[in-house]
Structures are given as structure tokens and as C-alpha cells.
């Protein structure tokens, strides 16, 4: 199977099917970058064979299995692709399209989209009933949940062959239809959009907020997951989710998140958001 994005979530996903035994191949357009992600991966995991939560030969199986690409030609016999690249629709269509030109007629093209119309990316493709969301949570290796997400298109064929895929690979699916923000992240929206208004008001400190959430039984606060996911991600999510409602003010994005992603403040992966990062 092939990768593509081997950022946060893409470097997951293909720890997570290396792990289930599947060859990948990682592709990202950013030259060295899938490599960089293999890296991290290798240090990450043989944090844990220290740890003695891993064994040093599985690890040297599930590197072995992940092949950084420089080409996403060298990719043209795999069955599957999930994409994990920037949340923008303009960019996933070209690339799917793209993609087309490449795979064979069988591959299917799975997209990670955090909110993204699973339609929209499928309209333009000549194949659009292959095309399905496979929307992980972040960490990848941590989180169970799988949305399998159709599209008005999809395949129902397709969407149950990444239903059954996903509990393969141990994680929990359910089927979502493509609705904006689908089902968590649309729950999710107002969580942020609160945490951000208060923020504004000066009512505390990020680090009051998360210390509250954590103390009601969150595994973490809402300011420290936001810098997990990173701001560029969470303020492309919300924004999508808010045009996919008609500018429903519900939805309406913060400016609190764009000042951050104008500053380059994306949290974790940047070495700064709402905390600083080694
Ligand atoms: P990221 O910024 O960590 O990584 C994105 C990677 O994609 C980068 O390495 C970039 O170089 C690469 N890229 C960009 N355009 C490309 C292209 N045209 N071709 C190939 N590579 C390209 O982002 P991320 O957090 O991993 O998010 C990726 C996708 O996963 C987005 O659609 C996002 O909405 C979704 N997602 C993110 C989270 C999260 O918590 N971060 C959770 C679920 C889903």
C-alpha cells in the first residue's frame, strides 16, 4: 500500500499497517520528509524496545516494511492509498486525480480528511466510487477509532473493505456518512470554539483550561490537544466545517487560531503553540 503526507498523521498510519504486516511505501512532496518521518518512527520505537513494551525484531520487521518514495510513480502496483497530506480540498482533488493517472483501475483511494466533503474530493476522478474517507485520530498507534466515511459516490463495497481493514489493524471503525466534519471532529467544534472564546475574555491561562479538563476526567485539555493537532489542521477543519454550513455562525473560526497560524505557531510539530515544545 502506498502513504502519502508523512506529517503527524500519515507517518502514523503507516507505523500502524507496517505494524499489521502491510508493505508501504511513504510518499511526501516535500523531499526527505518521508524519510525524516521513518526516522522519528525508528527512535520512537526503540524508545519502547528499551522500554521492553516492544521487541527489538518486531521493530526491525515494521521498519523494514516502510519504504520511503521519491516518486509516487515507483507506487503504481499498490492496492490501496490512503492520503494524509494537507487539509485542502483543492490540493487532495489534484492529487487524487493525479493518482488516477498512475494506480491500477482496482486501487482503492482512501483519504484521511479530517472534514473535508468525501463527495467533493471524489467529483472530477473517473472513478469516483473507489474514493472513501479513512479518517484516523491522533496518535495514529494510540487511537482506536476509524470513521469510514462515504461519500454521496462511494462504493458500499469499498466503504466495508476499509471497515474490515480497520479492524484488522485493531482499531474500532464506524460508518459515517459525509456530513461536515463528519462525526467527532463536528462534536468536537464547539469544545474548541468555547476553549478559544474564553481565551479571548482572558478568563485564564491555557494551562488553567487544560488542568480543569484534565481534573473532569479528560485524558487531555482542550489547549494541549489543539497543539497535538495543530493549529494550521484545526483552523483548516474549522473553516471547512463553517463554509459547509452556509457560515453558520455556530461554526464561526477564532482569532485566536489565526493568529497562531499566521505566526507559525502550530503547536507541537512547530516547537510552539499554545506551549513551547524541546
Ligand atoms: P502535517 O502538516 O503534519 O503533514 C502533512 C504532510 O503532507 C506534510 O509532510 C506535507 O509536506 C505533505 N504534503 C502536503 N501537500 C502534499 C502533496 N500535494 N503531496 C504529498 N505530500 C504533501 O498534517 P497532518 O496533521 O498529518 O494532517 C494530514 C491530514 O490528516 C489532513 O487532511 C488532516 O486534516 C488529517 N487529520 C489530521 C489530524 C491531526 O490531529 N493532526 C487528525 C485526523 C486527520
Redesign the pocket.
Known amino acids: 500500500m502506498l502513504v502519502?503526507?508523512?506529517?503527524?498523521?500519515?507517518?502514523g498510519i503507516a507505523q500502524v499497517a507496517a505494524q499489521s504486516g502491510h508493505a508501504v511505501m511513504l510518499?511526501?512532496?516535500?523531499e526527505g520528509?518521508a524519510a525524516e518521518?521513518k526516522g522519528k518512527l525508528a527512535q520512537t520505537l526503540e524508545a519502547l524496545v528499551a522500554k521492553g513494551k516492544l521487541s527489538a525484531d518486531s521493530v526491525a520487521q515494521t521498519l523494514d516494511r516502510i519504504e520511503p518514495i521519491a516518486s509516487l510513480e515507483a507506487a503504481a502496483s499498490v492496492r490501496l492509498v490512503v492520503?494524509?497530506?494537507?487539509?485542502r480540498l483543492d490540493?487532495?482533488r489534484?492529487?487524487f486525480k493525479q493518482l488516477e493517472a498512475i494506480v491500477a483501475d482496482d486501487c482503492v483511494l482512501a483519504?484521511?480528511?479530517?472534514?473535508?466533503s468525501v463527495t467533493a474530493i471524489a467529483n472530477g476522478l473517473q472513478r469516483p466510487q473507489r474514493l472513501v474517507g479513512m479518517?484516523?485520530?491522533?496518535p495514529v498507534a494510540l487511537m482506536k477509532l476509524v470513521e469510514v466515511v462515504s461519500g454521496l459516490q462511494t462504493d458500499a463495497a469499498v466503504a466495508e473493505a476499509i471497515f474490515e481493514l480497520s479492524k484488522a489493524w485493531g482499531k474500532t471503525p464506524v460508518h459515517a456518512r459525509s456530513t461536515p466534519g463528519f462525526i467527532v471532529n463536528r462534536i468536537a467544534r464547539p469544545y474548541y470554539a468555547e476553549t478559544l472564546a474564553l481565551l479571548l475574555e482572558q478568563a485564564a491561562t491555557p494551562a488553567v483550561f487544560d488542568a480543569c479538563l484534565r481534573a473532569a476526567g479528560f485524558r487531555m485539555g482542550p489547549c494541549e490537544l489543539m497543539d497535538?493537532?495543530?493549529h494550521?489542521?484545526?483552523f483548516?477543519?474549522t473553516t471547512s466545517v463553517y463554509e459547509a454550513n452556509f457560515f453558520d455562525k455556530r461554526f464561526v473560526p477564532s482569532l485566536v487560531q489565526r493568529e497562531l497560524v499566521d505566526g507559525g505557531l502550530?503547536g507541537r510539530?512547530s516547537g510552539r503553540g499554545f506551549y513551547r515544545y524541546p
Open positions: 502519502i503526507g508523512a506529517g503527524i498523521m500519515g507517518a510518499f511526501d512532496a516535500r520528509a518521518a492520503e494524509a497530506i494537507v487539509e490540493v487532495k489534484a492529487l483519504t484521511n480528511t479530517s472534514s473535508i479518517h484516523f485520530f491522533n497535538l493537532i495543530g494550521d489542521t484545526n483548516s477543519v502550530l510539530k
